[in-house]
């Protein structure tokens, strides 16, 4: 299962391309997806729940299984994607040929679960004959990756497609985000910052994800407010293509939280009920309040650091930086 099969090239007539073609067939819990190598995808569009087709004259069918037919191939890379719907067995058949003849006939045959993903390839190369070299659907590994920014503070989760919140600026292009300090005329102590109020985002992408642990620490001028999950901490989980967010903070997908503005840390445990798809992040949002209130201005950067341990993605960190102006 998986490995690579070399098969035979054969002499065919000139029009080799116009009469090539490539044939998938799966039966299995599973959403068959095909790219060729212009990245011209066959399959489910998650965001619309139709079934795409970019590649021309391609067809998609479905009758107890799946079928995708792709005439006229193009050189190169062609990647199968199988999405898990349910947990079982799966078979998947790949035919290739020219005209009425058979190239290539082979079959592949594994256990898929809900929501995992198994990748394959099939490489064409069309000289004086059609050559495919074929690498069998095999469980895509754990790619998971973190990125941080700080964003503005309005935001609505619940709206369809959601308001994020608008990122800082960065108006000398440093890689700081800027925010201004509100003085006292009176005696120069902090009455704000501008914005008063500011996200810290962690954002989270890795299809497979399920488990993952935070340590985010922070600078002293800022706490977090309110200083618990809810409010001050905000779980999502954002679907990219339609821009849809469901919020996980006070549901069992977030074990443990813990919000600590003493020692400048916010620790939570996530394990996710459904793990993350190809098209989706998790994003933790923590909202920033002056702590500084009354007191003098620190003019030093405030720096944001996560630490995230990803099941089978090791660990993962993550900063991002305010100047003050």
Do not use: W
Request: overall charge negative.
């Amino acid at each position: 299962m998986g490995g690579k099969l070399g098969l035979q090239t054969r002499i065919i007539p000139t029009d080799i391309q116009r009469l090539s073609y490539l044939t998938f067939i799966l039966h299995s819990n599973a959403d068959l997806h095909v790219y060729d190598p212009l990245g011209r995808h066959v399959g489910m569009n998650y965001g619309t729940g139709d079934i795409e087709i970019q590649i021309p004259g391609a067809t998609h069918s479905s009758n107890g299984g799946q079928e995708i037919y792709i005439p006229c191939l193009e050189t190169g890379n062609y990647r199968i994607e199988l999405v898990g719907t349910g947990d079982g067995e799966y078979t998947l058949d790949v035919i290739g040929g020219v005209g009425d003849t058979i190239v290539s006939e082979d079959s592949f045959t594994s256990t898929i679960t809900s929501d995992e993903v198994h990748d394959g390839n099939v490489n064409v190369a069309m000289i004086t004959g059609l050559t495919i070299h074929i690498e069998g659907p095999e469980p895509e590994e754990t790619h998971a990756t973190i990125k941080k920014d700080f964003r503005y503070a309005k935001v609505k989760f619940s709206k369809e497609p959601a308001n994020l919140g608008d990122i800082l600026l960065d108006s000398n292009d440093n890689g700081k985000y800027n925010v201004s300090y509100v003085l006292s005329k009176k005696d120069c102590n902090v009455k704000s910052t501008n914005p008063g109020q500011l996200f810290g985002v962690i954002n989270i992408t890795g299809a497979g994800v399920t488990n993952i642990s935070i340590n985010d620490t922070f600078g002293s001028q800022f706490d977090v407010n309110p200083g618990k999950r809810g409010g001050g901490v905000e779980v999502i989980r954002l679907n990219s293509t339609t821009c849809n967010a469901v919020v996980l903070t006070d549901t069992a997908n977030v074990s443990s939280a813990e919000v600590n503005n003493d020692i400048n840390r916010v620790k939570l445990i996530i394990n996710l009920t459904e793990p993350l798809k190809p098209n989706e992040h998790l994003m933790i949002y923590v909202k920033f309040r002056t702590a500084l209130k009354h007191k003098m201005p620190d003019y030093s950067d405030f720096i944001n650091h996560a630490k995230v341990y990803v099941d089978n993605g090791g660990l993962l960190a993550a900063q991002a930086t305010i100047e003050f102006e």
